[in-house]
DNA sequence: AGGGTGATGACAGGAACTGACATCGCTCCT
DNA sequence: AGGAGCGATGTCAGTTCCTGTCATCACCCT
C-alpha cells in the first residue's frame, strides 16, 4: 500500500469516525488517524483544514440540496412553504443513512469541539438559505429569520428522528419527514402567539 | 506590580480585547496577552479555559438574564410573550454598551473559531430558555423551538443594532429593543405562511 | 509567630497545525 | 520511448495551544 491508493478522503473520513467512536475524539490523534487511512498525519491537512473537519465532509451537499429546493420552489410559494420543501428534500437525503448519522451524531453529541463545528455549519445554513429567499424576493429581516426558522426545524425534527426509540417491527420506525413536519406545525404555533 | 494586583480576570479580558482588536485573534499570542495583564501564560488558562473564552466572560449574566425574564412572566403568558419579555430584558442590558458591544462583534466576525464559540454559547441559551419554558409547562418539541425562535430574534436584532448606520444626530441612534420588536413581529410573519 | 489556603510562577511536554522542500506516480507531448 | 510537467504525498523543523506538576508567594486565622 505505497502512495496512490485512491479515495484518499474517504478513508480518512472512515478511519476518523472509526477512532473517534471506538476511543472518543479526544484521545483520539491525528497521527494515529493518518496512520489508519494508510497517509501521513501531513497529507491529513492537506485534505482536511483541521481535526474536526473531517466528520463534516458531506456538509457541501447538504448546502446545495437547500439552496436548490428553495430556489426550486413554486415563485409565487410563501417563505416557509419553500423552506418545507428544503427540509423534506433534507429528510429524504438522509433517509437510508439513519444508523450512519446516529453514530456520527452520537461523537459530536459526546464532544464540544465537534459542536461548535456542528453549529457553524447550520449558521452557514441558515446563511444559505437566507440569500436563496432574497434571490425569491424576501427582503430583509425576513429572509433571516426564515433562513433561522427553517435550521430550528431541521435540528429539532432531525434530533428527534435520530433519538425516537428504537422499535422492534422496523415498519414503525418513523422517518425524518414526519418529524419534520410536526417540528414546522409546532413552530408554527408557538411563534403565533395566542 | 508584583503578585496579587487585584482583578486579574478583568485585567486579562481587557488585554485580550485590546490585543485582539489591535493585531487580530489569530497574531494574538496568550503570552502576550498574559503579559499585558502582567500575569504569566498559565494563569491565564487557570482563568479561561481556552484563548477564546475570555471574550465571552458576560455570557454567564445573559443566560441568568433570560431564565430569570422567562421564569418571571405572567403565568398565563404564551411561551412568545415570556420570550418577548426576555429579549427586552436583554436589549436593555446593552443599552450603554453599544461600542463595547461593538468592538467586541469586530472580532469575532473577523474570526471563525469565535464565531463558532458565540454560536455555542447562543445555544446554549436556546437550551436554557426551553427549560425555562418547560418549567412553565411547555412540552416538547415546543419549548425547544420556541428557544431557538428567541434566540434567532435576538440574533438578527443584535446585528441590526450593531451595524446600524451612525446618525449624526445621536438621538436618531435606534435602540435595540426596536430592533427586537421589529424582528419579532417579522418572525411571525414569515412562519405564518399565507 | 506559625501554619493553612488559595492564587501565581516555573518548567516540561504532548498534540495541533504550518511552512518549506524533496519525492513519487501519472499524463501528455514530441 | 523518453522526458517534462504536475499534482499528491512524504519528511522535517518549528510555533502555538494547552496540561500536569511542583514550588513559591501573599494573606488570614489562631
Same mark, same amino acid.
Given at each position: ?7 484518499a478522503? !474517504? ?8 477512532? +473517534?467512536?471506538?476511543?472518543? +475524539? ?11 487511512? !494508510?497517509?501521513?498525519? $501531513?497529507?491529513?491537512?492537506?485534505? +482536511? ?12 451537499v ?12 413554486? @415563485?409565487?410559494?410563501? #417563505?416557509?412553504?419553500?423552506?418545507? @420543501?428544503?427540509?423534506? @428534500?433534507?429528510?429524504?437525503?438522509? /433517509?437510508? $443513512? ?5 453514530? $456520527?451524531?452520537g ?11 456542528? &453549529?457553524?455549519? &447550520?449558521?452557514s ?7 436563496? &429567499? ?6 430583509? #429581516?425576513?429572509?433571516? &429569520? ?5 435550521? @430550528? ?6 434530533? $428527534? ?11 414503525? /420506525? ?21
Amino acid at each position: 500500500m505505497g502512495r496512490w491508493e485512491p479515495n484518499a478522503r !474517504g478513508r480518512l473520513e472512515q478511519a476518523a469516525l472509526e477512532l +473517534y467512536v471506538e476511543r472518543g +475524539y479526544d484521545e483520539t490523534t491525528v497521527a494515529e488517524i493518518a496512520k489508519r487511512a !494508510g497517509l501521513t498525519e $501531513r497529507t491529513f491537512f492537506r485534505h +482536511y483544514a483541521d481535526k474536526r473537519e473531517v466528520l463534516f465532509g458531506g456538509a457541501g451537499v447538504l448546502h446545495d440540496l437547500f439552496v436548490d429546493a428553495v430556489a426550486a420552489a413554486p @415563485a409565487d410559494a410563501a #417563505p416557509i412553504d419553500a423552506i418545507a @420543501a428544503a427540509l423534506d @428534500a433534507a429528510a429524504g437525503m438522509f /433517509q437510508d $443513512r439513519r444508523e450512519f448519522a446516529r453514530r $456520527r451524531q452520537g461523537v459530536i453529541t459526546a464532544n464540544p469541539e465537534l459542536q461548535e463545528r456542528e &453549529l457553524i455549519k &447550520l449558521a452557514s445554513l441558515s446563511a444559505a438559505i437566507a440569500g436563496a &429567499l432574497r434571490l425569491r424576493g424576501v427582503a430583509e #429581516p425576513g429572509a433571516s &429569520l426564515a433562513g433561522e426558522a427553517g435550521i @430550528a426545524v431541521f435540528k429539532v425534527a432531525f434530533d $428527534r428522528w435520530i433519538n425516537q426509540p428504537d422499535q422492534s417491527d422496523q415498519a414503525e /420506525q418513523r422517518d425524518m419527514a414526519q418529524f419534520v413536519r410536526e417540528s414546522l406545525a409546532e413552530l408554527k404555533v408557538v411563534t403565533a402567539g395566542v
